[in-house]
């Protein structure tokens, strides 16, 4: 790596550690909350409504993307939380389905209860997927922190093979040592999987440290992935990674019908509406709801430079 890129990658590693820091710090979490979307938030959120979600959901449906939403919040203190959440999610996944929408919801089991007892968000997740099914609408579910990684596995392949729920699918992280042994033993199923280089801040005991090395996960994954049966939904911004994807696809009679860009509402929209109109399927996760702030920090904490959007913004305001 060349020095400059070398200063780069340090400066940022220092600044993510920062941010990630600073994104627990209670002062910081009301500054942000209070003042959040006015400075620039509403970049990365489609509102904290469900009624400015959908027309957020309505103008990519009209520019030829696809979408799906999240209801935002992590965690939950008990039953009653999690049932609310459920209730919340039952009407997203009705007014997807009513607005015809070509959208469907993709959700964290934390927020279904998983603290609680893997068999609380297994319930509700089962709920919530057969909802799904009924009106055609598939269902996701995100992966989170390294601790729950192993109880979300799980929770799918029960909902695979216990329930035979074919709407649902999960997330792989690129970044985790474990991926390529849980790819192994998930390719059986057919699954429908989104691999994405993995957002959270872990320690490098369970995951690597070092870009250049998830980057080359990534690649190895995705190359077991498209080859197998299953359908991949390469969610990444990294163009490198989405042209390798194409050509990999072309070279080895890969149909479109197999796979699918993602990429998040706010983020590289140029590059969002190129691949749709080159022909592929690509979907942009669109997140809404007041509990915004945690997401917020993990898309800072991924490109450090989105800062200086919201000190443009305080600056302009
Ligand atoms: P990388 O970080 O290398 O970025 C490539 C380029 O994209 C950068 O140079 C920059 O230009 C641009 N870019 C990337 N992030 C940006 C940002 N926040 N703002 C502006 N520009 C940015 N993670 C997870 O752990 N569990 C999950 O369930 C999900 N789900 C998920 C869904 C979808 C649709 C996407 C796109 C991503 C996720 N992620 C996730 C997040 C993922 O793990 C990862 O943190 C981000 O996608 C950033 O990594 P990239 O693959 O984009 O590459």
Redesign the pocket.
């Known amino acids: 790596m060349a020095a400059r890129e070398q200063l780069t990658a340090a400066v940022n590693g220092g600044l993510r550690r920062g941010i990630f820091a600073a994104a627990d710090s209670r002062n910081v979490r009301r500054l942000v909350k209070r003042h959040g979307m006015r400075l620039g938030a509403g970049r ?1 959120v489609a509102g904290e409504t469900l009624d400015e979600c959908i027309a957020v959901l309505r103008r990519l449906n009209d520019r030829g993307l696809w979408a ?1 939403t999240t209801l935002l919040g992590e965690g939950v203190a008990d039953r009653e939380q999690a049932a609310a959440v459920v209730h919340s999610y039952e009407e997203v996944i009705d007014r997807l389905a009513a607005e015809q929408l070509r959208a469907n919801v ?1 959700l ?1 089991l934390t927020h279904l209860g998983l603290s609680l007892g893997e068999d609380v968000a297994y319930e509700n997740v089962e709920q919530l997927a057969r909802r799904a099914a009924a009106h055609g609408q598939f269902l ?1 579910i ?3 922190q390294f601790a729950f990684v192993d109880a979300t596995l799980r929770i799918y392949r029960r909902l695979r093979e216990e329930a035979g729920l074919d709407n649902v699918g999960t ?1 792989l ?3 985790l040592y474990r991926t390529p042994e849980d790819l192994a033993g998930l390719l059986p199923l057919a699954p429908n999987l ?1 691999l ?5 801040l872990e320690p490098a005991s369970v995951a690597y440290p070092e ?1 250049a090395d ?2 080359a996960a ?1 690649r190895r994954l995705l190359e077991q992935m498209l080859a197998a049966g299953g359908y991949t ?1 390469v ?5 490198r ?1 989405i042209e390798w994807t194409i050509r990999f696809a072309a070279e080895n009679g890969i149909g479109h019908d197999r796979f699918e860009f ?3 509402y ?3 929209p140029q590059l969002q509406a190129d691949l749709a109109r080159r022909g592929f399927k690509v ?3 669109t997140p809404y709801g007041p509990e915004w702030y945690p997401y917020l920090m ?6 450090p ?2 800062l200086l959007f919201f000190v443009r913004h305080a600056l302009r305001g």
């Open positions: 990365f799906n993709a964290k996701r995100d992966m989170e997330v992280q690129a970044y989104r994405v280089k993995g957002a959270y870009k998830v980057d990534y939904a969610a990444t911004h990294d163009e990674l993602q990429l998040l706010g983020v590289r979907l942009v996760a993990r898309r800072l904490g991924e490109r430079a989105n």
